[in-house]
């Protein structure tokens, strides 16, 4: 893995963090996370969950411009993942202000990060009115569909009005969303939705 100068100029570390919903790329500089998902292979024919799985680097750049974000990522991840009652006394990993600064996108993944805890959910229509735009509710799952922050933007909190789950990257990971949804403890063929 080679680091690299985004279009900003910042250093950019890259990592694969193992977890328990399969391999997570980070990228990351020292302001913040630029990227955080699952590898592309993972969708629902092969999604094979392990909740024993440990969080952890499995490779990483030699590099250490970002180690402390890298680091903070890797342990709030493993906090997510096998002690989620803790989370909430957990500051969010920092996101790098220049992914999505200025735009309504950008807005939109920092409203849902700091609006809708673990255990809750909101509707895209309900998303887009406390990010100040009702009736976007259409731009706001396009927002969700190119989310760059899996996890930290808990955009597998977002689900349609009638209270059905919708899809999760772009349909191809509803298994994934499902699981994630389940982890947090909610449940059901409908997901009601909880105001946290």
């Not at 999604?47 to 680097?57: A, G, L, T, W, Y």
């Not at 009005?161 to 982890?183: C, I």
């Amino acid at each position: 893995m080679a680091k690299r100068m985004n279009k900003t100029r910042c250093l950019v570390n890259s990592c694969i963090v193992s977890s328990p919903i399969g391999n997570l790329y980070v990228r990351v500089c020292k302001q913040g996370l630029h990227f955080l998902s699952q590898s592309d292979e993972t969708v629902g024919d092969n999604f094979q969950p392990d909740k024993s799985q440990e969080v952890r680097i499995i490779c990483s750049e030699d590099g250490k411009s970002a180690q402390e974000q890298i680091a903070y990522t890797v342990m709030w991840l493993h906090t997510y993942f096998h002690e989620i009652q803790a989370l909430p006394n957990l500051a969010l990993p920092s996101m790098c202000p220049t992914v999505g600064e200025g735009t309504f996108r950008g807005k939109v993944w920092n409203k849902l990060a700091e609006y809708v805890g673990p255990g809750c959910t909101v509707s895209y229509g309900e998303l887009a009115k406390v990010s100040g735009h009702p009736g976007a509710a259409q731009a706001v799952g396009t927002a969700m569909a190119t989310n760059p922050f899996q996890i930290i933007v808990p955009c597998h909190r977002v689900i349609r009005t009638d209270g059905t789950m919708g899809q999760y990257a772009r349909g191809t990971r509803n298994e994934v969303k499902l699981w994630l949804l389940e982890h947090e403890g909610i449940t059901g063929h409908k997901i009601s939705h909880i105001k946290c």
